[in-house]
């Protein structure tokens, strides 16, 4: 049974990964970004999320390492608040309660006692560099008092400030003005750029970054030149030079550890590396994807991080190799294909990058794979006219998946393509089918698959603005050359040529409904007869369902004029109708629920009902302030029992939806400690170990002592102590690892606590009846006392439990003697 708690709305997965610049441990095994109110910890080598340090209840905006610990994390949020983290074991050691918003936070090497931070002055677009000292308590809550303020008017985003060589100077640029501030001078030197020049460059600041080792600072400009600036603590004698290579807006820049090399990103989607800041003397690492947006090298000079604009985090070799890609929910702008679960694999599908299909684990928050429907370089031009990914569906078993493209540069240049792919057992992948150049003649509105299981032919309904609909059908495709198998238009049906809108089929698809604006017509899947017609005036039809289960009779529609009707099928009669602004209906395929949307302007409300009954199951206000793109119902692999009528409608399959900020979301009833508890500590709380190595060491026998705790096997004569009797095994799984001495010391110590206690307990639980044969033994012959040792091996071989061995041919005539031997003279005894 689940515990009675309040539903809530989390966030489930689609955060920024490329917020802010990513940064390394201090041995480049961990890499740490921001992920929404999260921070998130990684491995470099395998690409797995190690911990979610999660305690920040807003935007978290900045991290950094403790200068003073290696083995600790800062963290800054708008929430107020910096948060000092173990990352190691994920625990939150302390808070520092400022009392404002903090957009960046800077904890410089050499400066130990200061740290720094950005704020918001009074007016909204003005932001000010402050310092301050983090008091020392032993309290885990703090509050921070004394602020110094050091640089006004500098920008919101931490990459245009940087510190310089050991700390002396601090370096801020916003607009057309760089500023730099010496510490022990305690004197701003300012630099201005002219706003417009005879070569038409755009001399905008967009990022900044000091050399580790010399008074250098590296500048990137809005017209892609890089400006390497020096003698900056003299206003009338600094000197600057220039180099360029992006044709566009330089977005980050970064020195490397030892100040030998350069980097710089932008929307070319090329990692450029500048060797000692020589124009002629550069390489390049292309197609990296989206445009980058951050860049940072490693402590130890080994590695690079880029951030990119898909949402994507890179680990790139010092050799300008890319060793590890760390890919989140790709964004944009608007999502064509809706929200979508691939039969397989259970994972969300939807529009990723452009002219892809992203499919994304819900569980793991972590993209599987992107499947390329448009099959074309993407050039990173607002000039062009791409192709866009458009429609996408699933067949019900997952065997097809079909896409609709277009492009359209003027009205009367219309191009449609829809592909048919069919997934391949042994590629394990979407294969192209059957390629359709202009289905219709204009814009396709929805496609619907229908895939009953005992049918071999599977058939496929698109709708378009033409006023048509088709049925595609698989046909045998083969020739002299090859057999195949291809699509095919099967029926073109219209009513008095409206444009046709939706389509659904019915759970046990015998019935397809297609909308024609404000008509529903209901249609025969077998003969493809017009069966009947429903008519809701206000409005154009926008979303169209049939009920599910107990429900399968009713059909459900939504209108432009903010009507939710229900029709039902036996009668061919208006059910009931209620006027809701529904943005998204979904229905639940494991259950008769569906769940409708409506917007308005105070945000999305959520109402989940059953067409049969007149009072919805659950309603939820204010889900959302924003407005609900796109919902989805998900299957639960292990059915939940919540115990409240209102929650009764996620037992079955679990609740997604995407607001506008491109943010899933969902619902859940528990904490959020409780969703996000380290892997040490689920360890440590769960009593059945996971199935790794430690478990077929430990866990093969817990379970056995948990099963049978009173019953001993026969024979048995080994004693298995459990792990927690041990202490050299207790010690090495709840002691934290950095704290632990080294494997040498503990190898031999954890071996032989392995190998104890098989001796004793062996000697001990011997039967009585084998010491008094080998006592009465001793008293005979040497003939007897060497038959007598042979029976006692063979007896202690079967109580130990193990197959008795093969014995030689003399050994097989000496035991024929001693069944001839008469011990009756024993019983006197």
């Known amino acids: 049974m689940v515990a009675e708690e309040n539903l809530r709305v989390v966030r489930s997965g689609g955060s920024k990964l490329n917020f802010r610049r990513a940064i390394f441990s201090i041995d480049s095994k961990y890499l740490f970004c921001v992920s929404g109110d999260f921070v998130k910890v990684y491995s470099t080598t395998t690409e797995g999320c190690v911990y979610v340090l999660q305690g920040h209840s807003n935007l978290v905006t900045g991290i950094q390492l403790n200068p003073q610990n290696h083995l600790q994390l800062y963290s800054c949020s708008l929430d107020g608040t910096i948060k000092l983290w173990d990352f190691v074991d994920g625990i939150l050691i302390k808070t520092f309660v400022v009392g404002c918003k903090l957009y960046g936070f800077f904890a410089p090497v050499h400066l130990e006692d200061s740290v720094f931070i950005i704020i918001n002055k009074e007016t909204p677009d003005e932001f000010q560099l402050a310092s301050m000292k983090l008091p020392k308590s032993p309290s885990q809550e703090v509050e921070v008092k004394e602020l110094s303020f050091v640089l006004d008017y500098i920008n919101q985003s931490p990459k245009c400030t940087a510190f310089g060589r050991e700390g002396q100077y601090v370096v801020a640029a916003r607009d057309l003005y760089l500023s730099v501030y010496f510490f022990k001078k305690k004197k701003t030197f300012r630099f201005s750029l002219p706003s417009e020049s005879k070569k038409n460059c755009n001399n905008i600041f967009t990022c900044v970054a000091c050399h580790p080792k010399e008074d250098c600072i590296a500048t990137g400009h809005q017209d892609g030149r890089i400006r390497l600036w020096r003698n900056f603590n003299d206003n009338r004698n600094y000197t600057y030079t220039s180099l360029h290579w992006h044709h566009d807006i330089v977005m980050d820049l970064a020195f490397s550890v030892e100040g030998t090399s350069l980097l710089s990103g932008g929307r070319e989607s090329v990692l450029v590396e500048w060797r000692g800041g020589i124009e002629k003397n ?296 209620v006027q809701l602004n529904v943005t998204v209906l979904e229905p639940d395929p494991n259950s008769d629920n569906i769940a409708a949307v409506s917007w308005f302007s105070g945000g999305s409300d959520l109402f989940v009902f059953k067409p049969s009954e007149p009072r919805p199951l659950c309603i939820q206000k204010s889900i959302c302030r924003e407005k609900v793109q796109c919902a989805v ?175 030689s041919k003399t050994q097989e005539k000496t035991l024929r003697k001693l069944r001839k031997v008469d011990y009756s003279w024993m019983c006197a005894l």
């Open 633 to 807: 119902f998900v299957p639960r692999d292990v059915p939940e029992s919540f115990i409240s009528e209102d929650y009764q409608w996620l037992n079955k399959s679990q609740f997604y939806f995407l607001n506008e900020s491109q943010d899933l979301m969902t619902f859940s009833t528990k904490s959020p400690e409780e969703k996000l508890t380290p892997t040490s500590k689920q360890l440590i709380a769960e009593e059945s170990l996971p199935t790794t190595p430690f478990y077929f060491l430990l866990g093969k026998h817990r379970k056995q002592q948990e099963t049978k705790p009173d019953e001993v096997p026969e024979h048995e004569l080994i004693y298995h102590p459990s792990a927690t009797d041990i202490p050299a095994i207790s010690e090495l799984l709840q002691t934290p690892a950095h704290v632990l001495p080294s494997a040498s010391f503990l190898c031999s110590m954890f071996v032989n606590s392995l190998l104890i206690s098989k001796g004793t307990k062996s000697a001990e639980e011997v039967p009585d009846e084998v010491e008094m044969e080998s006592e009465q033994a001793t008293d005979d012959s040497d003939e007897e006392n060497n038959i007598s040792e042979i029976a006692q091996n063979a007896i202690n071989d079967t109580d130990i439990g193990d197959e008795i061995p093969q014995i």
């Open 282 to 577: 550069k390489e390049f690492l292309p197609r990296l994807g989206g445009t980058i947006e951050h860049i940072s090298a490693s402590p130890g000079g080994d590695l690079f991080c880029t951030s990119h604009s898909d949402n994507k985090i890179m680990i790139i070799h010092r050799n300008l190799e890319v060793s590890a890609i760390i890919q989140g929910l790709v964004k944009d702008s608007i999502v064509n294909t809706g929200l979508m679960i691939d039969p397989r694999t259970k994972a969300l599908v939807m529009n990723g990058k452009p002219g892809h299909l992203q499919f994304y684990s819900l569980q793991n928050d972590k993209q599987l794979y992107n499947l390329d429907i448009i099959q074309q370089e993407y050039v990173n031009d607002p000039g062009l006219v791409h192709i866009e990914l458009m429609k996408a569906a699933f067949s019900s078993r997952g065997n097809w998946l079909a896409t609709v493209e277009q492009r359209q540069e003027k009205e009367a240049e219309l191009e449609l393509q829809m592909k048919l792919w069919e997934f391949n057992e042994q590629q394990q992948g979407f294969i192209l089918n059957t390629r359709i150049n202009m289905p219709h003649e204009d814009h396709i509105t929805a496609l619907c698959f229908s895939d009953i299981e005992n049918s071999e032919t599977p058939s496929l309904v698109t709708t378009s603005k033409d006023g048509h609909f088709k049925v595609w059908i698989l046909t045998d495709d083969s020739d002299i050359y090859k057999q195949a198998m291809g699509w095919t238009c099967d029926f073109v049906g219209s009513y008095h040529n409206y444009q046709a809108t939706n389509c659904c089929f019915s759970e046990d698809e015998s019935l397809l409904a297609v909308s024609f604006e404000e008509i529903i017509t209901i249609w025969d899947s077998a003969t493809w007869e017009l069966k009947c017609t429903f008519c809701h005036r206000p409005g154009k039809i926008k979303n169209l369902c049939f009920g599910r289960q107990t429900c399968s009779k009713y059909l459900l529609g939504t209108t432009e004029k903010s009507f939710l009707c229900c029709w039902n099928l036996l009668t061919c009669t208006l059910e009931w109708n």
